[in-house]
């Protein structure tokens, strides 16, 4: 029978070195987190803001008289108002890590309503899915990744 062992020598030495190495990843990993809040907030902004016109037109809400042409289905919304793009803030929660994206509108819930569309079996109108944060968060979970893998291959 062959039989192998491994030891770590100075166990103590690297027991130091991989708590020295939490100790300072975590703020450097919070700060990944809300630059990449930022970047998913700005993109979900911009690709409402470069939204084709396709939709139909209508009566802007608070514009009065003024004209407004909707995004078309599949389409992140166009700017109308700007209400959508003004509620949409990042929620940092430093102790827990963690970092939310999201808008602060619930009521009526119309963010909702434009991410995923709305059922008309629930007594709204049909509005088809005009996605913006989803796409926007897919575009940068990649960023996300990397910097992380940066971020613990720099304390090793």
């Given at each position: 029978m062959l039989n192998?062992?491994?030891?770590?020598?100075?166990?103590?030495k690297v027991q130091l070195k991989l708590?020295?190495?939490?100790?300072?990843?975590?703020?450097?990993l919070f700060q990944i987190l809300v630059?990449?809040?930022?970047?998913?907030?700005?993109?979900?902004?911009?690709?409402?803001?470069?939204s084709p016109p396709l939709g139909r037109t209508y009566r802007s809400r608070k514009k009065g008289k003024m004209w407004h042409i909707a995004s078309?289905?599949?389409?992140p919304p166009r700017v109308?108002?700007?209400?959508?793009?003004?509620?949409i803030i990042p929620d940092?929660?430093?102790?827990?890590l963690e970092v939310e994206v999201g808008s602060i509108i619930t009521s009526p819930p119309y963010p909702s309503y434009l991410e995923k569309g709305v059922d008309p079996l629930y007594g709204t109108q049909l509005i088809l899915p005009r996605p913006y944060a989803?796409?926007?968060?897919?575009?940068?979970?990649?960023?996300?990744?990397?910097?992380i893998t940066k971020?613990?291959?720099n304390l090793l």
């Open positions: 192998i062992t491994v030891k770590i020598k100075d166990h103590d708590d020295r190495m939490k100790k300072n990843l975590v703020p450097i630059d990449n809040a930022l970047k998913t907030r700005n993109t979900m902004i911009k690709s409402m803001e470069e078309a289905p599949g389409y109308d108002t700007g209400d959508l793009i003004a509620s940092v929660r430093e102790g827990e989803w796409p926007a968060l897919e575009a940068v979970v990649p960023e996300i990744k990397n910097d971020a613990i291959v």
